[in-house]
């Protein structure tokens, strides 16, 4: 790194070294112009690295260790029963830690009550915190950490030892809490204890993998202020409770429903959110074109539709339109195995002006007509994905001659496309970025006899497959650039004042 050797002092805090303290540090001007930069620079270049490249940074001397570790506000430690020694050590290094990850496998055990109490009472700053595999964390050891922790406002927990009395007791002694997150929280299976009401700030909801999961509907009725509720392969029927919660969450703007059981009654419970903006429902069983009309005659401000039918194939043509004729503001719309036809396509272009984003996956029922449709009617479409459809090359071709204001185009899995036609369109388009994947050549000739390799800036086979540099190379770019631009604008701050 070209850094001063630790058993030198380091520079006066916040300060450039005037020429008598050149020598005291022994460092030079072409030796190394980072130890010019004031610590407050330097912790902002530490901002921006990874928690490895930091972890690097802070064993280079001993400033840098010093200003890495007042400047962390992030932290992820490894929570076995090991980190309860080295807590004190810990919480005395990194002080102004606000983010706060504890991870542990569920095959070794975890740190205790003891060791989260000190950490409540340690990291003062503290605002988010996450416990993953802590088996050894009861009720009691999250009451008491819910009692001298500091203005926690967000909560997530998943695959824990504790139950709904220590989500309680955070939900009751956290009052800053907006964001709560509960995962695979086997010992809720067997409770009947009810979770909530809460203080009735929560903001965002997220509840996965719980066998259990209605134990939470006094927490969502009383969550007047909910703008984000995820739901995701939560066992039992939710219709009931979606019924019950929705009279009071008029607040909500975004709601995600994954790999759960629910049917049209429960989306016509959510077409009373008025206010929602994104809709992402995918592979819910009971659901058909009649639930998908309740949410767009209700919830006519939505701008992100998501919609994967799964293997129902209950939501086809009349749920579209209905989104098509009752949603104008929809920016970005995701379909997945739903039937779409040239009828349901046109109506979305007249009536929604504002599409810029569409995806068609897994549809039979896309094809080249559909393609043509498409260019010629979305005049507003500005990022395209088209997977796994029956296209061909003349389909793709006609996506050179329209959808003016397009700026990518993503072809994966569409057997019928060859490098030929991606070609085409690449010459009649030469600023479009057209993304095929691993599955399609792209190698070829344009129209004018010119080649067209994986290489051109123009074509992008996207792979599976990432490669990436070694870490100190990307350690020294990161820090290099940083550097340059901090030193210039220091200097040339400096001047214009001189």
């Known amino acids: 790194m070209g850094q001063s050797s630790s058993s030198l002092a380091p520079p006066p805090m916040g300060l450039f070294l005037e020429n008598n303290e050149v020598e005291q540090f022994g460092v030079y001007p072409e030796q190394d112009l980072i130890v010019y930069l004031?610590?407050?620079?330097?912790?902002?270049?530490?901002?921006?690295?990874?928690?490895?490249?930091?972890?690097?940074?802070?064993?280079?001397?001993?400033?840098?260790?010093?200003?890495?570790?007042?400047?962390?506000?992030?932290?992820?430690?490894?929570?076995?029963?090991?980190?309860?020694?080295l807590l004190p050590a810990l919480i005395t290094r990194f002080e102004h830690v606000t983010v706060l990850a504890l991870k542990c496998s569920r095959k070794f055990p975890s740190i205790d009550n003891k060791a989260l109490s000190l950490i409540g009472k340690g990291f003062t700053h503290l605002k988010k915190i996450k416990l993953k595999g802590c088996i050894e964390i009861t009720d009691e050891?999250?009451?008491?950490?819910?009692l001298v922790c500091g203005p926690i406002k967000k909560f997530s927990c998943g695959s824990c030892g504790f139950g709904a009395k220590g989500l309680n007791a955070i939900l009751k002694n956290c009052n800053e809490l907006e964001d709560l997150t509960a995962k695979r929280l086997r010992r809720l299976d067997a409770q009947t204890e009810r979770i909530g009401p809460g203080q009735g700030k929560l903001q965002r909801l997220c509840l996965k993998d719980l066998y259990n999961g209605q134990l939470f509907a006094p927490l969502l009725s009383g969550s007047k202020c909910l703008r984000t509720l995820i739901l995701s392969r939560n066992s039992g029927s939710w219709d009931q409770l979606l019924e019950i919660s929705t009279r009071n969450l008029q607040q909500l703007t975004e709601l995600q429903i994954e790999n759960m059981h629910l049917g049209d009654r429960g989306l016509m419970a959510v077409s009373k959110c008025s206010k929602l903006e994104v809709f992402y429902m995918s592979r819910v069983s009971d659901c058909t074109d009649r639930g998908i009309y309740a949410v767009a005659n209700g919830c006519r401000k939505l701008r992100k539709v998501h919609l994967d039918s799964g293997k129902s194939k209950r939501i086809g043509e009349e749920g579209l339109l209905s989104i098509a004729n009752k949603c104008p503001q929809l920016q970005e719309l995701v379909l997945m195995g739903i039937a779409i036809s040239v009828e349901s396509l046109s109506a979305m272009a007249s009536n929604c002006p504002v599409l810029e984003r569409m995806a068609l996956c897994n549809s039979d029922s896309v094809g080249d007509k559909?393609?043509?449709?498409?260019?010629?009617?979305?005049?507003?479409?500005?990022?395209?994905?088209?997977?796994?459809?029956?296209?061909?090359?003349?389909?793709?071709?006609?996506?050179?001659?329209?959808?003016?204001?397009?700026?990518?185009?993503?072809?994966?899995?569409?057997?019928?496309?060859?490098?030929?036609?991606?070609?085409?369109?690449?010459?009649?388009?030469?600023?479009?970025?057209?993304?095929?994947?691993?599955?399609?050549?792209?190698?070829?000739?344009?129209?004018?006899?010119?080649?067209?390799?994986?290489?051109?800036?123009?074509?992008?086979?996207?792979?599976?497959?990432?490669?990436?540099?070694?870490?100190?190379?990307?350690?020294?770019?990161?820090?290099?650039?940083?550097?340059?631009?901090?030193?210039?604008?220091?200097?040339?701050?400096?001047?214009?004042?001189?």
């Open 370 to 498: 559909e393609m043509s449709c498409i260019s010629g009617k979305f005049i507003a479409l500005k990022k395209l994905c088209i997977k796994n459809c029956p296209i061909s090359d003349e389909g793709l071709v006609t996506i050179a001659s329209g959808c003016p204001n397009l700026i990518k185009l993503k072809v994966k899995r569409c057997k019928g496309v060859t490098s030929k036609s991606v070609c085409h369109v690449q010459t009649k388009r030469g600023s479009l970025i057209v993304a095929v994947d691993g599955g399609s050549q792209t190698a070829g000739e344009d129209d004018q006899g010119r080649s067209l390799q994986l290489g051109d800036d123009r074509v992008i086979r996207e792979s599976t497959h990432v490669l990436c540099g070694s870490r100190g190379h990307l350690i020294k770019t990161k820090l290099g650039t940083a550097a340059s631009n901090l030193l210039r604008g220091s200097f040339s701050g400096g001047q214009s004042h001189g």
């Open 141 to 146: 050891g999250l009451e008491s950490f819910s």
């Open 38 to 85: 004031p610590d407050e620079c330097l912790a902002s270049i530490f901002q921006k690295l990874t928690n490895e490249d930091r972890n690097a940074c802070s064993l280079v001397c001993s400033r840098w260790h010093r200003i890495e570790s007042k400047s962390r506000q992030r932290l992820v430690l490894l929570a076995r029963t090991e980190l309860s020694s």
